[in-house]
């Protein structure tokens, strides 16, 4: 027996449609205002600098980013021309190349978690209690967003709890990964 779409799961529907979208579209005005480049940027130097040499191959970072190839490579190209990232090449194999975060990369990308993190506080944070973001997380869960059990320390390291569902994305200094 099919089950009837209920006029609450299409609500959410367009919810879940909406909202990353529009809180993404005022944490990146907050990052403007702050003077800092676009959150595309801080999240490519934060998968470079978690990667354990510090680069990743293209097709890695695009996986890790989840933005289509063509977005990648203009990002990197904007990188590296600010001297934020280099381009290496793959001494196995030639025709592939590694983009390694560079110090500078390293600076820009902690300086803008200040501004980012106050944006998802102001965003986020300030409109749900720990307990509703947790609940939230659960909710998504379910969607298949899993969030896991992450939680910062005061050095905003994440630590992620032996419970967590281990297919989880890390968290981002405190914030799920998408």
């Given at each position: 027996?099919?089950?009837?779409?209920?006029?609450?799961?299409?609500?959410?529907?367009?919810?879940?449609?909406?909202?990353?979208?529009?809180?993404?579209?005022?944490?990146?005005q907050?990052?403007?205002?702050?003077?800092?480049?676009?959150?595309?940027?801080?999240?490519?130097?934060?998968?470079?600098?978690?990667?354990?040499?510090?680069?990743?191959?293209?097709?890695?970072?695009?996986?890790?980013?989840?933005?289509?190839?063509?977005?990648?490579s203009?990002?990197?190209?904007?990188?590296?021309?600010?001297?934020?990232?280099?381009?290496?090449?793959?001494?196995?194999?030639?025709?592939?190349?590694?983009?390694?975060?560079?110090?500078?990369?390293?600076?820009?990308?902690?300086?803008?978690?200040?501004a980012?993190?106050?944006?998802?506080?102001?965003?986020?944070?300030?409109?749900?209690?720990?307990?509703?973001?947790?609940?939230?997380?659960?909710?998504?869960?379910?969607?298949?967003?899993?969030?896991?059990?992450?939680?910062?320390?005061?050095?905003?390291?994440?630590?992620?709890?032996?419970?967590?569902?281990?297919?989880?994305?890390?968290?981002?200094?405190?914030?799920?990964?998408?």
């Amino acid at each position: 027996m099919k089950r009837k779409l209920s006029s609450e799961a299409t609500a959410a529907w367009i919810r879940l449609m909406r909202v990353p979208s529009r809180v993404l579209d005022c944490v990146e005005q907050d990052l403007k205002k702050a003077g800092f480049p676009p959150l595309a940027w801080y999240d490519a130097l934060l998968e470079l600098s978690r990667a354990p040499s510090g680069e990743l191959r293209p097709v890695e970072l695009e996986r890790q980013m989840l933005i289509p190839q063509y977005s990648t490579s203009r990002l990197i190209d904007k990188l590296v021309d600010e001297g934020l990232a280099a381009r290496r090449e793959c001494k196995i194999d030639k025709r592939g190349q590694f983009v390694e975060i560079t110090e500078a990369g390293r600076e820009l990308q902690k300086k803008m978690w200040s501004a980012y993190s106050a944006a998802i506080d102001k965003h986020v944070g300030s409109k749900l209690s720990d307990a509703d973001a947790a609940r939230l997380c659960g909710l998504l869960d379910r969607l298949g967003c899993s969030c896991g059990d992450a939680k910062s320390d005061a050095k905003g390291d994440t630590k992620v709890d032996a419970k967590s569902d281990t297919k989880a994305a890390p968290a981002r200094d405190g914030v799920p990964a998408r």
